[in-house]
């Protein structure tokens, strides 16, 4: 009788209601300095690991193009900078989530992939056999500022300008120099820690006091507003795994 009675309240009012499965979290989207290829990578895999269900997508270039591209909507949710004025100034702008917070300070290498620059410093730029030295662009890449200021500090710049070739980013002058498109390179400290070019080559760190100090922050944009995983996700940069993470590549608070 009461399967009966079940069957007829069915029909009265259709199917079975089904729940609807509950929402995951927000995706994720960073955009991040190329000097942070390697340790970002890593920080992910320790914090997708922690938060399974969190999507989580990076995508790494100049600090000065991403910022105009957010200046003009670009839809990000984290912007890990390797210039730190650029997050203050989209604050200023009202298009962040909150405070920028300073993650590292960035070092310089001169790198090479057939001369062992720890020989002579930055007078291996003046070997003959240095035809072409890699940098990133310093029109709009941090690193690329700090490079011409380092020339220009050893009286270089002059000499070797007629051999400079500009990298996008500091990521793509770091490819340069490692594929032989260029003989040396003016590169994040974090880039020569990476596995690929420590097997591949041999560096000479600039003393920091030859430029202006790389001083990085990141930020919340405003998109990322009540986005719990981009929240979680800035909580763990400041953890002490990600602090050890970073010191493991160069970079210094």
Known sequence: ?????????????????????????????????????????????IFNRQ??????????????????QISHGAPFDIFFSADGDYPLRLQRAGLTAGAPQPYALGRLVLWSKKLDPNAKGLNTLLDPRVQRIALANPAHAPYGRRAEEVLRHYQLYDRVKPKLVLGENIGQAAQYAATGAADVGLLAYSLALSPE???AGRFYLIPAAAHQPLQQRYVLLKQAQGNATAAAFAAFVASPVARQAMKKYGFSL
């Open 1 to 45: 009788m009461l399967r009966l009675f079940a069957f007829f309240l069915l029909l009265a009012t259709g199917a079975p209601a089904v729940a609807a499965p509950a929402p995951g979290p927000a995706p994720l989207t960073i955009a991040a300095a190329a000097d942070l290829k390697y340790v970002l990578d890593s920080l992910l895999t």
């Open 197 to 199: 070019l420590r097997r």
């Open 51 to 68: 938060h399974p269900a969190a999507k989580v997508s990076v995508v790494y270039g100049s600090s000065g193009r991403f910022y105009e």
